[in-house]
């Protein structure tokens, strides 16, 4: 198609900022995250491709999205529900898929995710998330704000 090229986007790019989207407090009181840069956001088609970090031991709820989802293990390890993944590890999930709780190892993990479609969660097994927590003594904390582009609706609070 004329006009149309690539995109080119660096993790050092000032155009892409991290976000912290996740939130917890350890029982050391220290707060770990998870952080995202979204490389890649585009409302049609809609796609999310984005670089993730976790803190050591961070919690994240069993959750699927709207969307298939495809998640690389770049360094470090994920827990995913019962199933250690460490790096070099490709999780795809279909859409409707479910996966977790997912919780770093502790050296924390970096990913590498690509949504294709809706990116949106939803949240399914909260007592396996509350399970997660308590093992660790650790307790989620309210999701901090995001920067979702105009075209895109933050749901997150519809199953928190």
Known sequence: ??????????LDDPEVPWQNVKAQRNADGSIAYVRE?????SPDPQY?????QYDPGMVVRR???NSPHVVFVIAGELQVGDRSCPAGTHIE???GAAFGPLVAGDQGCTLFEVM???PRSWGEDPDAFERALAARAATALADPPLEFPPWL???????T
């Open 37 to 41: 840069k979204w490389l890649a956001f």
């Open 63 to 65: 959750h699927g999205h």
């Open 93 to 95: 999930l279909p859409h």
């Open 153 to 159: 609706e933050d749901l997150r609070a519809h199953w």
């Open 116 to 118: 294709l479609g809706d």
């Open 48 to 52: 999310l491709s984005l670089y993730a």
């Open 1 to 10: 198609m004329d006009g149309l090229g690539p995109i080119f986007r660096h």
